[in-house]
């Protein structure tokens, strides 16, 4: 038989057991055994026996609730394993980006901000994430580490709202502020100010790239929205204000462009919420909202992956694919959310938050629309349930809620197709149009940025 202990584990086993045998009065045991290993009084003395006494009785025992930990283990194991198995979908949704909701703990919460949060923005590239402040600076954080990066100085104002995109990789950072001002930023010019836009009379609430292919756009587009009631589109290579869109009766509060560009929806004090049609020489409102009974602060364009749900709730049979505008979201200090088809009908009305609706961004899965209000909460809307509320973060923050983003979704290569150029680049988050022929490669990332009142950026990831 195989040996399995060494000589000197083998020594001390055999040394073990004689001063168990000894005392336990079984002497001629131990004598036996001590002859048989001719351990003689001058090698194993009975003071060295007196040390061993008991080692046997302590290794035994041990070796017992060992054995009883491991059964235990063993059992709790296959409870755990039999659990996931008969788990429900909803149970396991967080495994699937396209069910995936966030969830309270937040991953990271960013502290350095000395006034109020009012925007964020992901860069569409890195693990970046830059916020906007009431202290007139913006930082610039690395969400995966939930570390601070760098703080950029450079408004005079509080500043409003902050957007990556733009003809350099879509990387260029965009701000806006009281101070009148949009201000361009190059992250690999270590966030140098490149140019500024002046030309609004009044505070700039909002700015957001548009995505190239309006009228030739190579992604050079910018739109700001402002307190002077006016929406104005910059081209952000030269720094001139190309187009001013004028309709809305008091101040302009949100923009939101389309994923191809042609169209940008606007949200205002004036109670309504407008969409422009941006791709003709002198856009006009192509649509109004009218609906909420107060300020209309935030709004967002449902992705063609929610066609199928909205389109349910608007009691169409056929998702329609003509536009990439068929349904839109408001949010509004009347506590509501309204869901609108491209016509101007309100579909449905989400009721739920108990203070200002801020922010408002679609899942990129389609089938969700997330929320965040000054009720402190962030809320989640199951639109293939005729938009129920399916989950609320009610501790999300500890005061408003003032902003939310959706990390952009990574988009690898598409392979080229007909002798295509290859160029598979998106254009803030929209994939061109030799591109969208081809099987989608988006990957959607589960990551969510809030910003609150409360000083702190919460970053909520799977």
């Not at 104005?232 to 190309?242: A, K, Q």
């Not at 969409?275 to 107060?294: F, Q, R, Y």
């Not at 979201?329 to 609706?357: E, M, P």
């Not at 598979?424 to 969510?448: F, L, M």
Request: glycine fraction near 6%; include cysteine.
């Amino acid at each position: 038989m195989a040996q399995l202990l060494t000589p000197r584990q083998a020594e001390e086993l055999h040394r073990a057991l004689i001063a168990y045998l000894t005392s336990n009065n079984l002497t001629s045991t131990a004598a036996a055994l001590r002859a048989e290993l001719s351990l003689g009084e001058d090698v194993f003395d009975a003071s060295t026996a007196k040390k061993y006494e008991g080692l046997l009785e302590k290794k035994w025992t041990s070796v017992v609730r060992l054995q009883k930990k491991i059964m235990d283990l063993e059992s709790r194991n296959t409870a755990l394993q039999s659990e996931l198995d008969n788990a429900t979908p909803t149970s396991r949704q967080n495994k699937d980006p396209v069910n995936w909701l966030p969830k309270s703990p937040a991953r990271h919460t960013l502290q350095s901000h000395r006034n109020p949060i009012t925007c964020v923005a992901f860069h569409p590239v890195f693990s970046s994430l830059a916020s906007g402040s009431e202290d007139q600076t913006i930082k610039i954080w690395d969400w995966e580490l939930g570390e601070l990066e760098r703080t950029i100085k450079g408004h005079t104002k509080a500043v409003l709202d902050v957007d990556f995109g733009g003809p350099r990789g879509n990387t260029l950072l965009a701000s806006c502020s009281s101070d009148l001002t949009i201000k361009l930023w190059d992250p690999s010019d270590d966030y140098k100010n490149i140019r500024t836009l002046p030309g609004h009379d009044h505070s700039v609430s909002a700015v957001r790239f548009i995505p190239s292919g309006v009228a030739g756009g190579a992604g050079n587009l910018l739109v700001s929205a402002s307190r002077d009631k006016t929406l104005r589109i910059w081209d952000v290579s030269t720094g001139y204000c190309v187009k001013t869109l004028r309709g809305h009766a008091e101040w302009v509060r949100d923009v939101c462009p389309s994923i191809d560009g042609r169209f940008i929806l606007s949200t205002s004090d004036d109670y309504t919420s407008r969409l422009w049609d941006v791709s003709v020489a002198n856009p006009e409102p192509k649509t109004t909202l009218i609906g909420h009974e107060h300020v209309v602060l935030c709004c967002a364009i449902a992705p063609a992956t929610s066609y199928a749900h909205l389109a349910a709730i608007a009691g169409v049979k056929k998702p329609p694919a003509t536009s990439a505008v068929e349904f839109m979201a408001t949010g509004s200090r009347d506590k509501t959310i309204r869901l609108w088809d491209a016509r101007g009908t309100c579909i449905k009305i989400l009721v739920g938050h108990d203070n200002w609706v801020r922010g408002l961004v679609f899942h990129p899965g389609g089938k969700y629309l997330l929320s965040v209000a000054d009720d402190y909460t962030l809320r989640c809307w199951d639109l293939a349930q005729e938009g129920r509320c399916v989950k609320t973060i009610s501790d999300a923050h500890g005061h408003f809620v003032q902003c939310i983003r959706w990390a952009p979704s990574v988009v690898k290569d598409v392979p080229v197709a007909n002798g295509g150029d290859g160029q598979s680049s998106e254009a803030n988050g929209t994939p061109k149009k030799a591109a969208a022929a081809a099987p989608t490669e988006a990957q959607i990332r589960c990551v969510i940025a809030t910003g609150s009142v409360d000083l702190n950026v919460r970053i909520f990831a799977n």
